[in-house]
Every structure is written in C-alpha cells, then in structure tokens.
C-alpha cells in the first residue's frame, strides 16, 4: 500500500489550490453575503481544466485519476462548498453519467461543453414529494409522436436556473415504481421549463444556485433519452456514486479550512497572557479535528483508488461520504466556537463552513440513506428469504 502521490497527483493538487486561493478565496464571503452565482468564476473555472476531471481527453476532458478528482474536490472545499459543488454536480454527478450512458453522439456534443464551463448541466431528481424514496417521484413522460412530453416539478436542483442542459428524471407509469424511470436531456429554455430559485434564505452554498422547476408540457425527442428507457434508476445511480465522491471529498475540504483557520488562530490569540492553543482544551479540539480530517481523507481516497483499480466502491464511497461528513460538522462547530465572538460573524469562514456543511449531510442521499446503505450491505441478502422465494 503506497499513501504517497504522484507528481501527476502533487500537480493536479496544486492546479486546484492555486484556482481555489487566487480565485475562490477573495470572493468567497462576498460570494455567501450577497448569495449571487458569478458567471465571471465559472469562466474562470472553465480555463483551468478542473471541469473536465476523470473525462477523456478525445472528449475535452483532463483525463484525471479519481484521486486526482477527488484531490481537486478537497482543495475547492477547503476554501467554497458553493464552487466545489459546481464542479461536483457538473464534473462527477452530470460528466460521469453522460460519459457511462450516452451515445458517442451525445458524448462528442455535450462532454466537451462540459468540460470547458461553455454549458452548464444539472441533474433533477428530487421532487417536492420524492426525496429519499427516488421510485416515488411522479413527473410524468407521457408518449407524444416518436418522443414524450414531461410533466411535473422539481426541486432544490443545483444549477437548475441557470443551466443550458437539465437531465430530468421521469417516468412512463409510476406504478412501475423504479423500472419505469428514464433519464430525458432537456434545454433549460426549453418551451414549458419555467425556473425560479429556492423559497428563503439558504443555510448555507449561498454562492450557488439551487431551483424548483416546473415542466409543463416539455417536449423531449426520441434522442434526447440518457440511456435507455426504463434505465433511469441505474443512469442516476451512475452518476450518484461520483457525485457522492465529490462530496465526501469537499467533505473533507472543509474539515481542512475548518483545521487549517483554528491552528493559525490557536497560535494567535492569546486569553490569561497565553496562546489559547496552549490551554489542554484547545489542544484537544485540535486533536480530534486532525484526527476526523486525517481518517476521512484516507476514507475517500482509498474509494477513489479502488474505482481507478477497477474494482466496485459502492460501499466505500457510502462510508468515506457518511464519515467526511458528520465529521465536517463536528470540525467547523467546534471551529466556531474556538473563534469565539469572531466565529460567529461572516468576517471569518467559519460560520460559513457549519453552514455549509449541513447542506453536505442532506445531498447526494442524506446521512440516514448512506448508514441505511452500509448497514443493508454488512447484512447481505437473507438465504431463507431467498429460499422461500424459490
Ligand atoms: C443544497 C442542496 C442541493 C441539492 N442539489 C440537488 C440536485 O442537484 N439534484 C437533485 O435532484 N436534488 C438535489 N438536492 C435535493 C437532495 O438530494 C434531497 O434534499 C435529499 O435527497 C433528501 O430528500 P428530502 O430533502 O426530500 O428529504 P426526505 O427524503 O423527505 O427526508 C427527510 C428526513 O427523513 C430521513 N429519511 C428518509 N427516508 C428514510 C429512511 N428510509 N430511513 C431513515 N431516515 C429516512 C432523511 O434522512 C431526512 O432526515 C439538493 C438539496 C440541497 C439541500
């Protein structure tokens, strides 16, 4: 087992952190204060190749291990959850589900797109009546001519207002529950998209754009399927089990800006004539946030390394999600608190990464579902179900 990276991986890292400090860093608070999305950063983002992460390079792509994707999804979470959503959503959860089920195609016209920023995709699933339960959603694809037109709403849909392409996720008979969900590419100007952001004030990715939109009488033609009709659940598992990666990685980002913010200011500010790092207390804090950081980061990599092997990571990435997770709260409420007074202001990060933070634990399947996957996994099937069955 070799923990050391590569030179490809160091550079790869440092392209990340050299975008994620000179571009990200100075608009961060702004970027949260005023809860706007900037097109000027997305332009920027595109030049530097980040987008284009695990996608091939025939295809526009950067041709990136998922280490290195992950690598990348680390640095932007150490510094803005709103941007490091972006490129998950864009890059792993939209990029690696049209990469395993498009038609070359739909490849060579989307993914080179993709890559460079020039189109931004997203991924509609959730619905005000479906969450969790995916088979439970109910916008409707009903046959018209040799396509369908859609029906329904969606929900919290990262990029949905500003989107030029949304895979919207249907099905032809919800009483087929899972087996009737198919993936249909829809243009966001598409005639009978209407797209409005999220009610109220955001916890947290206030940078970021989250929309409820409504399908009314969209029409899709028969090529705009993504994979085949009746696939949809496997399509947008695809794409989830990348996504979920970017996650646990920006999971494990903020723990990092959480870690890096307290050790600088643990050093800083002294209380009764010493550095507050020098109270046992502090040192603990910093223990615990060191030790959540330092195993979540193993956690994450090693399921990006088993995919780059070839090898399922279903699980794995299930585990490295749940733990980066919780343990991000942990570390930026512990964080809060050891800023004191300061912690609670937007002037420092800190805040910022609690909220954001919890925003991580619901996406991408919420911390329940992620234990609900590992747990169903340790057990396995039951034999005498099986038997019964037979
Ligand atoms: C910032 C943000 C960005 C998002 N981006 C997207 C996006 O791009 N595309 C998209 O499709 N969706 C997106 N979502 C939606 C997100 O995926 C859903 O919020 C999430 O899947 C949970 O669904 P829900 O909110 O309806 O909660 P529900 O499913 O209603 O769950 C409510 C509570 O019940 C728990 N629960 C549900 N079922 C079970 C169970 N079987 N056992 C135990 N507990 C259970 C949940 O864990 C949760 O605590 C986003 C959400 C947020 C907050």
């Not at 595109?46 to 950067?62: C, E, F």
């Not at 291990?65 to 490091?84: K, N, P």
């Not at 952001?197 to 009314?216: K, S, T, V, Y």
């Not at 990060?349 to 996994?377: C, M, N, W």
Request: aromatic fraction near 6%; charged fraction near 20%; glycine fraction near 12%.
């Amino acid at each position: 087992m070799d923990f050391t990276l590569s030179a490809a991986d160091v550079a790869v890292q440092e392209r990340a952190r050299k975008f994620a400090t000179e571009v990200l860093a100075p608009r961060a608070r702004a970027a949260d204060e005023q809860g706007v999305f900037d097109h000027d950063v997305l332009r920027l983002f595109g030049a530097t190749g980040l987008l284009g992460a695990q996608l091939p390079k025939d295809l526009g792509g950067s041709g990136f291990s998922h280490v290195q994707f992950a690598l990348s999804m680390i640095e932007l979470g150490a510094v803005d959850s709103s941007w490091r959503g972006f490129g998950t959503v864009q890059s792993a959860l939209c990029g690696q589900m049209i990469l395993h089920n498009a038609s070359a195609a739909q490849r060579a016209a989307w993914l080179p797109e993709l890559a460079t920023g020039r189109a931004v995709f997203a991924f509609a699933l959730t619905e005000p009546e479906a969450g969790s339960d995916v088979a439970a959603l109910s916008t409707r694809a009903v046959a018209d001519g040799d396509g369908w037109r859609l029906q329904g709403e969606k929900c919290w849909i990262t990029n949905g207002g500003i989107a030029d392409w949304i895979f919207v996720f249907a099905t032809v008979d919800p009483a087929l529950g899972r087996k009737g969900l198919s993936c249909f590419a829809v243009r966001g100007n598409a005639q009978g998209v209407r797209r409005e952001r999220m009610e109220g004030i955001e916890l947290g990715h206030r940078g970021a754009d989250h929309a409820r939109i409504h399908l009314d009488g969209v029409r899709v033609n028969a090529n705009d399927l993504l994979g085949a009709q009746g696939a949809g659940f496997a399509v947008a598992m695809s794409g989830l089990e990348h996504g979920r990666l970017g996650v646990a990685a920006g999971a494990v980002g903020i723990q990092q800006g959480c870690f890096d913010a307290c050790l600088s200011f643990a050093r800083e500010r002294r209380q009764f004539g010493k550095r507050i790092g020098d109270f046992q207390l502090i040192q603990k804090e910093l223990a615990d946030m060191h030790v959540d950081l330092e195993s979540t980061r193993l956690l994450t990599l090693r399921a990006a390394a088993l995919r780059d092997a070839g090898q399922p990571n279903l699980h794995e990435v299930s585990v490295a999600k749940y733990a980066a997770c919780e343990a991000a709260v942990r570390s930026a409420n512990a964080a809060v608190l050891m800023f004191g007074s300061r912690g609670y202001s937007s002037a420092a990060p800190v805040g910022r990464f609690l909220r954001d933070a919890k925003g991580l634990q619901i996406y991408e399947g919420t911390a329940h579902i992620q234990s609900l996957i590992i747990g169903r996994g340790l057990m396995g099937r039951d034999s005498a179900e099986q038997d019964q069955r037979k």
